[in-house]
Nanobody, 126 residues
């Protein structure tokens, strides 16, 4: 069993930056592909970024490419999402997810992730 706890959300002005962290418990967590998703009120949960278990490959939604950076530290079992040049449309609840299937590239489909955190809220003022 893996537990995920996000932190780092808050209110920021447009153009500002936030750094989200996801702390994973469980010995196997460092073996899992990990991802960040977000969900705004009235909208479906959408893929933001993902990283392979080794950290060697990263993937981004087109809407955040060039502004967000996902990284991980397997010695600390943490995954980080650095968000720069934030826009009002980035405002949402941000969720960390882990995929326990030890094969393939990270999926962009939320339903295929096995573990989820409780989320952290990001608000962006214009």
């Amino acid at each position: 069993q893996v537990q995920l706890v996000e932190s780092g959300g808050g209110l920021v002005q447009a153009g500002g930056s936030l750094r989200l962290s996801c702390a994973a418990s469980g010995r196997a967590a460092s073996s899992y592909n990990m991802a960040w998703f977000r969900q705004a009120p009235g909208k479906e949960r959408e893929f933001v970024a993902a990283i392979t278990w080794s950290g060697g490959n990263t993937y981004y939604a087109d809407s955040v490419k060039g502004r967000f950076t996902i990284s991980r530290d397997n010695t600390k079992n943490t995954v980080t999402l650095q968000m720069n040049s934030l826009k009002p449309e980035d405002a949402a609840g941000y969720y960390c997810a882990a995929d326990r299937k030890l094969i393939g590239s990270p999926t962009r489909t939320a339903a295929l992730y096995d573990y989820w955190g409780q989320g952290t809220q990001v608000s962006v003022s214009s």
